[in-house]
């Protein structure tokens, strides 16, 4: 059974820094595009940061750009998203994502909130 495990979530005063983890079990780590969204409230999911399998080549969205930074460490099946100079924008809740692009798979996270107060 594949399972995607976030933490880290919170409340944060603006400019604070967070750092989310997703711990993954139940399927072959290395294969897979690895991904943080974000939803608020009102507003449709949308795709933070990513980070491929074997590479590790990251990409982002243009709003957090220079703020987040996506890693994973294969070895222990997880993977991070370090957000720092956090805005009040930024207050969502966060989900970690699977996907095996090669054969469209996907698997989701439950999602951790995180709050940006000023």
């Not at 995607?4 to 750092?19: C, F």
């Not at 074997?54 to 460490?73: I, L, M, P």
Request: positive net charge; glycine residues 12%.
């Amino acid at each position: 059974q594949v399972q995607l495990v976030e933490s880290g979530g919170g409340l944060v005063q603006v400019g604070g820094s967070l750092t989310l983890s997703c711990a993954v079990s139940g399927l072959t780590f290395d294969y897979w595009r690895m991904s943080w969204y974000r939803q608020a409230p009102g507003k449709e999911r949308e795709l933070v940061a990513s980070i491929t399998g074997n590479r590790g080549t990251t990409n982002y969205a243009e709003s957090v750009e220079g703020r987040f930074t996506s890693s994973r460490d294969n070895a222990k099946k997880q993977v991070i998203l370090q957000m720092s100079s956090l805005k009040p924008e930024d207050t969502a809740v966060y989900y970690c994502h699977a996907r095996r692009v090669s054969l469209g798979y996907e698997h989701w996270g439950q999602g951790t909130q995180v709050t940006v107060s000023s």
